[in-house]
T-cell receptor, first 112, second 118 residues
């Protein structure tokens, strides 16, 4: 158990809908990273938040957004969902002054 | 831009055999970090090891060992006396110190699926 929690574990929804994925980092970790794992693209970095501030963006679509709250949990919002958004979404956390990321169990999103 | 290549897509070995998973990386940074993660069939990503670019010392942890060679830009992972529980997808990843704003996002290879046959 990495100490990173993600909810829900599975999510099934329809095209055009909006969903929110939630992540709670390990106790004391200030950084939260989001990644998408799909069969065709592999594991790709989406976005990084540190102590409530956005620090870096990767291959994140404009339909996707994220935020990190004062209690350090983070949410990834996916809107206008398409079939191609079906994937496993991971969050990872790391502590201050360290680059090692510990991953949550992931949320499997299926868009029908 | 950084890149990680895991040329072996799938490997099958018989239990108790040794197996080496290859990882080759590309980066222009002089300071960078290399990682291996394991993804068992249950789906989670489990951290195995971290190496920084200034530490080429090989590391051994039980049946696992890692060989880091800057001269060939490789960071290979060997499992000795493999077991069925080692069956998983293994990912090599790279982060760069110059990513900016204190962000160490990971660039992953495509992964190597290891099947250990009893």
């Amino acid at each position: 158990d990495s100490g990173v929690t993600q909810t829900p574990k599975h999510l099934i929804t329809a095209t055009g809908q909006r969903v929110t994925l939630r992540c709670s980092p390990r106790s004391g970790d200030l950084s939260v990273y989001w990644y998408q794992q799909s069969l065709d693209q592999g594991l790709q970095f989406l976005i990084h938040y540190y102590n409530g501030e956005e620090r870096a963006k990767g291959n994140i679509l404009e339909r996707f957004s994220a935020q990190q709250f004062p209690d350090l949990h983070s949410e990834l919002n996916l809107s206008s969902l398409e079939l191609g958004d079906s994937a496993l979404y991971f969050c990872a956390s790391s502590g201050a002054n360290t680059d090692t990321q510990y991953f949550g169990p992931g949320t499997r999103l299926t868009v029908l | 831009a950084q890149k990680v290549t895991q040329a072996q897509t799938e490997i099958s070995v018989v239990e108790k055999e040794d197996v080496t998973l290859d990882c080759v990386y590309e980066t222009r940074d002089t300071t960078y970090y290399l990682f291996w993660y394991k993804q068992p069939p249950s789906g989670e990503l489990v951290f195995l090891i971290r190496r920084n670019s200034f530490d080429e010392q090989n590391e051994i942890s039980g049946r696992y060992s890692w060989n880091f060679q800057k001269s060939t830009s490789s960071f290979n992972f060997t499992i000795t006396a493999s077991q069925v529980v080692d069956s998983a997808v293994y990912f090599c990843a790279l982060s760069e110190a110059s990513s900016g704003a204190g962000s160490y996002q990971l660039t992953f290879g495509k992964g190597t699926k290891l099947s250990v046959i009893p």
